[in-house]
């Protein structure tokens, strides 16, 4: 048996016990404790191999190793699962329990340690080494004992975990290693840290391992005793308040006194008075006051009593801005925020008109409808700016849920009220420009239909007394004025456009793009990228090179990208040009000198290849191809219709993603086509085992509408007789089987469509007369407009040698516009 250390065996009974100890000793592996000398402890065995290990035992010397696994989870450990550090125990005392289980009494005599394992199947068994630490009895282990004594004692006083019998029984030893043993044996720390002082093998080693622990361990209960006594402060606090409150509340209850409670009451009363509430909203604030009084400070109810009341404050009930109503000036803020759109600024100068004589009128509720980019949402700034009110925008893309609109009622968590309110809250007047932006793409679902909520709003009837889920007041919105904008007027439900004025904004000319783009677009651009006092020039015709050949749009918001573009490659080339040159050439003076002129050349050097050009079809004449005029949501567009003639069985084929009332069309205007065929001098079995193909170009786009009944019903006619349709021809109108040409929309757009494309001569139906008279005269410069009331009206214009075999009534063509050739 082998000793560790300086330390003698004086007592005559330890030697004994190491003599009497057996060099192999079955092993019992711990889980979650450590066990030291000098402690007696009960062990709950119930591991099958256990059992056999500490049956042995105590048939034989009832000595044992006691060794602590390294991770208590594992169930069946293997040998280097197990820690080689341990104590030599003795078995006292045996329990079997009914339930298989066994607890065994067992005393810590020694520290020891396994050399090797024995190859015993049944149970763990090793060759042990029995480990004495040595000491030397000096000053400094004196003065280690004495820190390791304070230490604990602080330990005991700090720790809810042991008693303080613990530290009296501590003071009663006197030898030196079971002093320490104990002190390792009371700390609660985790296995490996306790582990660590047995495989310490000198007692200096092991008081330093355990003064180490104490050390650290008081620390952490330090920290834990502040942050609970700071949590019970915490606490106490919270309830002397709520307790002083209750009393306040009885002394006030007994002293019949009706006064706040406290200066936040006091500041809410205030609040209210000075809100200048109608009578009955008033009334309802003070009820939520008085009930806000009487619920505790940590209850729910009492924090939604207080956001409701918030709202009711901050919303504006009586404040409201003046407005500037001298006409010249609205006139020449509107003139210098927007090119053109005289319509919608007639209509404002009109209300200011009203106003000067009036001085109260009821909320305007405009709707401007048009594409994208020609202004709609600028222009509602613009017409706040110049009444002088405030502005709020809201955008109703996408909205499916009517309490968007008209708020959720304060029974739900985290219920708010609808965006009208909260608008009214942040522009803080009763009387702002509000603008509802994008009113036609509202949808519905389950939630509700916001755009019936919007009812209410819109409608000067009703939105006097306007009542939102979440006030559960009434509101007044009779002064705000509304204005909305929408890309389709189609897509707005009927009702609502009934409560709106509505004024279409066409798309942009040309001249009407190069004047923005001067005024605007470009002097905005140069300042966004910092070339406002770098001398740059945009010459009108790289402009219009920029509108023609690189932008396809009603709006300017193309146009905008592309200068922008246009700027980009500008400072890159001054900033390139002036860091070469040197600081000396690039004083102020320097940088005036130079001149950057932008022509049409460096645009295309710039944006390179030009994404549009002019339709070549438009130059030479076709047989079976008419070119039509349509109407899109971004303006209006050239429409070809093909037409070939097969061999086949009698069948009319339409491809180009048409929709059902444009393939509609296309069968009325080939029944036209066969039922008067003997007038236009064609053999009427024409159609026998033939197979007609309509086809639209651009066939990934979906096209649908009545209006290019009479295209089709041309090109059909000139693919039936074989004679090319002239080119610079464009042509809109819906049909009917008697031959009639039926008035269509959108044809301000469908002119600037085929302005844009070159085309000379426009046929339109007779009853779009009366459209004429509001279209811009510089719109219709330019185009021989024809005013056609039947199908063969168009003949003698579509087809230059075409003679019809048959006396037409009187032609009531009529040019509306002078030819410019």
Partial sequence: MNHHGALDIKNLSDQSIVENIPPILPILPLRDIVIFPYMIFPVLVGREQSIRAANYALDKTKYIFLATQK???IEDPRKEDIYIEGTIAKIIQILKLPNGLMKILVDGLLQGRILEFTNNRDFFEGKIEVVIPGYEQDHEMNAMLRQMSQLFKDYVKISRNIPNEALSAFENIEELDRKLYYVAANISQAIEVKQAVLQKYTLKEQYYEVIKILNSEIDILKIEKEIDNKVQENIAKTQRKFIIQEQIKILQDELGEDEDGSPEFSKIRDSIKKAKMPKEVETKA???????????????????????????????????TKDNLKIEHVQKILDEDHFGLEKPKERILEHIAVLNLVKQMRGQILCFVGPPGVGKTSLGKSIARALGRKFVRISLGGIRDEAEIRGHRRTYIGSLPGKIIQSMKRAGTINPVMLLDEIDKMSMDFRGDPSSAMLEVLDPEQNHSFNDHYLEVDYDLSQVM???????RYNIPLPLQDRMEIIELAGYLEYDKTEIAKRHIVPKQLEAHGLNNKNIEFTDAAIKKIIGEYTREAGVRNLERELASVCRKLAREIVIKESSNGRNNSSEKGKRKNKYSVDEAKIEGYLKTPKFRHQKHNKENRIGSVTGLAWTSVGGELLSVDVTIMNGGGKL???????????ESAQAALSYIRSNAI???????????????????????????????????????????????????????????????????????????????????????????IDLKDINEKVKEGLDIVLIERIEEAIPHVFSHYKLTFHSNKSKTKKKSRKHN
């Fill in 286 to 320: 003070l009820e939520e006051l008085a009930k806000l009084k009487k619920t505790p400070p940590m209850s729910p109810e009492s924090t939604v009593i207080r956001n409701y009341l918030d709202w009711l404050t901050e919303v504006p009930w009586a404040k409201k």
């Fill in 482 to 488: 509304f204005i909305t904008t929408a890309n389709v």
């Fill in 71 to 73: 991770k208590s989870n």
């Fill in 679 to 769: 007038k236009f001098g064609i053999n009427p079995d024409f159609f026998k085992d033939k197979e007609i193909h309509i086809h639209l170009p651009e066939g990934a786009i979906p096209k649908d509408g009545p209006s290019a009944g009479i295209t089709m019903a041309m090109a059909l006619l000139s693919a039936v007789t074989n004679q090319s349709a002239l080119s610079d021809i464009a042509l809109t109108g819906e049909i009917t089987l008697r031959g009639n040409v039926l008035p269509i929309g959108g044809l301000t757009e469908k002119l600037l469509a085929a302005k844009r494309n070159e085309i000379s001569k426009v046929l339109i139906p007779l009853e779009n007369e």
């Fill in 653 to 663: 084929t339409l491809t180009g993603q048409l929709g059902n009332v444009m393939k």
